[in-house]
């Protein structure tokens, strides 16, 4: 009967409480403080719910108290400054140090263990250069482009509103014009909030075509036309999956659509939002590729290209073989790595689903060089890239720019509360609680995305001088090295090589498995063709 001691005291105490009520009217006061845990207890004892509260009624309560203070006491009291949960405090600190300008050097050295397994460092010169200038660009638009556009090669990731509040959308956009470089509008359309920022956007194109469809959500060309005509848009980005949750579609529940929400996506009010995993618009390599054709045209020749996590490796030579077979090829790709973030996905979809960014990155890369397809389409890569060092190590590996959805949202106060599922952001960045967003400012905020921005890039200007380079797309494997024990290392060239140019076409053998994949790979239809022989 132990368990049920807590319950015997406090109603213990009620009755003490009440008989002493002739002596003095102040036992009012814990009269109500144990009357109130003795009706707890009561019903603990009596619900059907928690069998934790029917064994231990009051006290069982104390169970749900820390689990729901958990994940701030950890944060707070146990984590070491490198746990990554998903970003660590030394990750999260730097962030926040460039984002408001102050002083974000280190004393007394690294507390990284660099002689444990995967530790990874750049490779600098015993004549290091000055760079004057850390506004580093690059030019994205092929042949086939009429607008090209000189992006920054780093730029903050789709995150669509709806997930994020309008402030925070805002302020990212403002600080975006400020810094000049380009913000994702992510899959949810250009709200009004993007429009009043004024800076560049990158049209995201997902399966629910929001700000592009009809009312049963067909992709319409003519609302797509409207949309893409406005010069705040500067490319459009067709999303076929994110890393976070790949191949997984979503719903937005009627009661949580807002009149502003309505008009960015083009959805009447009191129905579901729904996103389709797949998309309708094509079903087949070719059909994508005709596709990405149309919006170019449709868009007055704006740079065209498309958002994915690498899955079946070999449909995305499938993707590839179209561009040769149809002669559309896409002004740029990005590869999104599967730790990439969400506002909310299911934990096997997170944890297991999609390819991680230096392994899909690496693949793309190739396999473009292979088809000779290399010089004529850009990547981007997105997936946790946060400091100077990750973006150097993305641009060794094959990528011309990258962007970062959490890192901006850091640098406009996220404390990675991960309550983003929750609408109880408690900065509001990730909610759509008027009262919550209303505590983000956004003067103040768009002015640290825009100092995050500036001072990445002038770190990584550093280290590429560092490196005796002029320019970051300078950087290739050999400059990367990884400690692959507790004495060897490799350098990453001997990790993730360059496969030759052409490779591919010429049917070159390799020790990866690229020309197995692309032998079974076909531009008219993503299943494999041995499965479509019925073999």
């Known amino acids: 009967m132990s368990r049920y001691a807590i319950f015997f005291i406090v109603a213990w105490a009620t009755v003490a409480s009440l008989i002493a009520l002739a002596w003095s009217i102040w036992f009012l006061i814990p009269l109500g403080v144990f009357g109130a845990l003795s009706a707890l207890g ?18 069982g309560h104390m169970r749900f108290l820390f689990e729901g203070i958990r994940p701030e006491i950890r944060q707070y009291l146990i984590e ?14 730097i962030i926040y140090q460039r984002a408001k300008g102050v002083e974000d050097k280190r004393p007394f050295g690294t507390r990284m263990r660099v002689y444990d ?54 302020a990212l956009n403002t600080g975006a014009k400020e810094g000049g470089f380009a913000h994702d509008t992510g899959e949810g359309g250009v709200s009004v909030h993007h429009r009043k920022g004024g800076g560049d956007l990158i049209y995201q194109v997902g399966s629910g075509y929001f700000g592009c469809r009809t009312e049963d959500g067909v992709f319409d060309p003519e609302k797509f036309r409207e949309t893409a005509k406005n010069p705040q848009i500067r490319m459009i980005e067709v999303k076929l999956s994110q890393g976070a949750k790949p191949g997984h579609g979503g719903v937005l ?11 960015a996506r ?24 005709t596709f990405l054709g149309d919006l170019r045209e449709l868009s007055g020749g704006k740079p065209v290209g498309f958002k994915m996590c690498i899955g079946h490796r070999r449909e995305f030579m499938c993707i590839v073989k179209a561009m040769l077979e149809t002669g559309i090829v896409p002004d740029f790709i990005v590869i999104d790595g599967k730790e990439g973030g969400t506002g909310a996905a299911p934990l096997e979809f997170a944890d297991h689903m999609g390819m991680p960014l230096v392994e899909g990155l690496t693949f793309a890369h190739n396999t473009l060089r292979g088809a000779g397809l290399r010089d004529q389409i850009k990547i981007g890569a997105s997936g946790k890239i946060v400091t100077a060092f990750d973006l150097a190590k993305v641009l060794a590996l094959g990528a011309d ?30 909610t759509q609680d008027p009262l919550r967003a209303h505590a983000l400012n956004v003067d103040s905020k768009s002015v640290r995305v825009a100092k995050f921005h500036r001072n990445t890039l002038k770190s990584l200007a550093e280290m590429t001088g560092a490196a005796g380079l002029e320019h970051p797309r300078d950087f290739l494997p050999y400059h990367l090295i990884v400690r692959e024990t507790d004495r060897g290392m490799m350098t990453g060239d001997e990790v993730y090589p360059y496969l030759p140019e052409g490779f591919l076409l010429d049917e070159e053998a390799d020790e990866f498995g690229y020309l197995r994949r692309w032998r079974r790979a076909d531009a008219s239809s993503f299943a494999p063709t041995d499965m479509r022989k019925g073999t």
Not at 47 to 58: E, G, K, T
Not at 138 to 155: F, K, L
Not at 254 to 260: M, N
Request: aromatic share 8%; charged share 15%.
């Open 401 to 430: 720019w990258a962007n970062s959805a959490r890192g901006f949202m850091f640098a406009i106060g996220c404390i990675q509360a991960q309550a983003c599922h929750t609408n109880q952001c408690p900065v509001g960045v990730a």
């Open 253 to 263: 529940p009627a009661s949580k659509i807002t009149p502003e929400i309505a008009e």
């Open 42 to 59: 009561v019903y603990d004892l009596l619900q059907q719910r928690h069998s934790i509260l029917r064994n231990y009624p009051v006290i």
């Open 117 to 170: 397994s995967g530790y990874q460092w750049l490779t600098h010169s015993v004549r290091p250069i000055h760079i004057e200038d850390p506004d580093f660009r690059v030019r994205i638009g092929g042949p086939d482009c009429a607008q090209p556009y000189d992006a920054s090669i780093y730029n903050i990731s789709a995150m669509s509103f709806g997930a994020l509040s309008g402030n925070a959308i805002r």
């Open 266 to 289: 083009g959805v009447p009010m009191g129905r579901d939002c729904v996103s389709p995993a797949a998309h309708g618009a094509f079903s087949t390599p070719v059909e994508m590729m």
């Open 80 to 93: 070491s400054d490198q746990d990554e949960e998903p970003f660590s405090r030394d990750t999260r600190s």
